[in-house]
């Protein structure tokens, strides 16, 4: 399987503040990987930085995406190219509807005017997966909306976007469990699409128990100390983090 994501040596600061040290990291097309570490380990940090959040300054190394540094390309440049973050807590935006959001989005992304017949079909479909209510498209981009609301409004983004790459932070934080079960019936569907890859950042690990797993990675101090197969997220369940971290 070809590799989509080539993370090479990659160092990242915060306010000048070392947080990502050295971090070497493949993922193929069609992959699903799993980044876990215990807190302020800096996963959410790697998640910005592969979008180009400007807070997250990279010193060292390079982002390879699709066969082209990303590394200095802005956010928007990025998603057009096809990555994807969900945010652990997404965010408001008061007088922008949910369907004009995306229907935006889709049109900045393909640079193609968007074919209303299709468009409509296909966000009934993903919307039915997330068990969706239509009146959520009429209303302002997340405001109002729950928790869970919020995550599913995430993954729908990520059903109708069908990013090359996808990165979910926290995605299943905060949820209960018939949210967990929703969201992850939106996750399955988007890794059938066999070129799309996920990044899973998890503390809880509940959104991975129906979800097939390739990969699993484990982050502290800046730095993966552990990489393994979907096993490795039943060791660390069983067993927490306390042997890789270091005194």
């Not at 540094?69 to 935006?93: H, N, T, Y």
């Not at 949910?98 to 209303?116: C, D, H, M, Y």
């Not at 239509?134 to 995430?154: C, H, I, M, T, W």
């Amino acid at each position: 399987m070809s590799e989509l994501l080539q993370v090479k040596d990659l160092h990242v600061s915060v306010e000048d503040a070392p947080i990502l040290k050295g971090i070497d990291l493949s993922v193929g097309a069609g992959e699903t990987h799993v980044l876990m570490g215990p807190n302020g380990a800096g996963k959410s940090t790697l998640g910005f930085t592969f979008m180009g959040n400007p807070s997250y300054v990279v010193t060292a190394g390079d982002i390879i995406f699709d066969g082209e540094s990303v590394k200095d390309m802005p956010v928007d440049a990025r998603a057009r190219k096809g990555m994807f973050l969900s945010f652990q807590s997404p965010f408001e935006v008061p007088g922008i509807s949910l369907e004009s959001f995306l229907r935006n989005a889709i049109r900045q992304n393909t640079g193609k005017p968007l074919k209303i017949r299709q468009f409509r079909a296909d966000l009934k479909e993903a919307m039915e997966i997330l068990h969706m209510d239509p009146s959520y498209l009429e209303r302002d981009l997340n405001v109002g909306f729950s928790g869970g609301e919020k995550k599913k409004a995430e993954i729908l983004q990520m059903l109708m976007l069908r990013p090359k790459f996808a990165i979910l932070d926290e995605t299943d934080s905060g949820l209960d469990v018939d949210a967990v079960r929703t969201v992850s019936e939106g996750v399955r569907a988007y890794q059938k699409n066999r070129d799309g890859a996920l990044l899973i950042i998890t503390h809880s690990t509940r959104i991975l128990d129906s979800l097939k797993v390739d990969k699993t990675h484990i982050l502290v101090k800046g730095k993966l100390v552990a990489t393994g197969d979907g096993s490795l997220v039943d060791e660390v369940n069983e067993n927490g983090f306390a042997k890789y971290v270091e005194d």
